[in-house]
């Protein structure tokens, strides 16, 4: 008979093995750009098995490949999984007593995009058993995808792996081009970046700068432009100018229903006056 822990565990094996099956084309694409650049086999394996992360490791990537520094590696990976911080914080208020200190240290470093979505949609706290079954089939999906994608990345025609090497572009461009068509501070940062990151390409006094710094560089500026143009929960300054006129005409339109209100109770009462007034008394 099973208890309520192997259910909670068994709870989290359905709940990631979606994320898993995910996972698994996403790791192929990066196992198949890393053996492209001449990265061993075992050595993908281990960048997906320590990081867990798409778009940190397809960006380390690119600076292994250009021999960037250490220093540049850690800053751009601070910089580009810094939202797991918040999301951390957030899922320690739907953990229960379970999470010891040590353990909320070696599960933080299983946070993904789609598990913390995933935890955090629970209506009630979770425990680590539910968390461990949670994040074992991503991580294995994750591994196992890299290693496929490594192993025969150096056994598919070159046709195929070019063509498997621009997976991982066209998936952010699928989770970018949404959300931009509609939010503007998101098309925005997305346009900024884009630009930043071309003009560090093809200006020459610009194009000196590592490819790991240039990266770290262009998304901290888009993002503080970003925050400081279309701030979260106000307006953005090409909205200023209307929103005042907007705010005008409310006020307007209030005080008028309330004028509005107001003559019609008064009619109301001098009318029910009235027909008392007119009434037959017995």
């Not at 994320?19 to 890393?34: E, H, N, Q, R, T």
């Not at 997906?48 to 960006?59: E, F, I, R």
């Amino acid at each position: 008979m099973q208890t309520q822990s192997d259910l909670k565990f068994i709870n989290g094996i359905k709940d990631g093995l979606p994320i898993g099956l995910g996972y698994l084309s996403v790791s192929f694409a990066f196992g198949v750009k890393a053996s492209l650049m001449g990265i061993p086999v075992f050595l993908s394996v281990l960048i997906s098995m320590t990081n867990l992360t798409s778009a940190g490791q397809l960006a380390g990537l690119e600076v292994i490949a250009s021999l960037g520094s250490f220093l540049e590696i850690a800053l751009m990976q601070a910089v580009i999984n810094s939202r797991y911080f918040l999301m951390s914080l957030t899922l320690t208020q739907k953990t229960d007593d379970s999470f010891t200190f040590p353990k909320r240290l070696f599960l933080s470093a299983f946070i993904t995009d789609e598990i913390f979505a995933v935890a955090a949609a629970k209506p009630h706290k979770t425990g680590t058993r539910y968390f461990y079954g949670l994040i074992l089939l991503p991580y294995i999906g994750w591994a196992f995808g890299t290693f496929a994608g490594a192993l025969l990345g150096n056994v598919l025609p070159e046709r195929i792996t070019l063509s498997l090497g621009i997976a991982l572009y066209a998936m952010f461009m699928a989770i970018i081009v949404p959300p931009s068509l509609t939010n503007k501070g998101i098309l925005f940062t997305v346009l900024l970046s884009a630009a930043l990151s071309c003009a560090f390409y093809y200006l020459p006094f610009l194009s000196g700068v590592s490819e790991g710094m240039a990266i770290i560089i262009c998304a901290v500026a888009a993002s503080l432009a970003a925050a400081a143009i279309f701030p979260v929960g106000g307006t953005d300054k090409s909205d200023s100018a209307t929103g005042g006129d907007n705010a005008a005409d409310s006020r307007a339109s209030a005080e008028v229903v309330r004028d509005v209100r107001k003559e019609r109770d008064t009619e109301t009462v001098n009318k029910a006056v009235k027909e008392n007034n007119d009434a037959p008394v017995s």
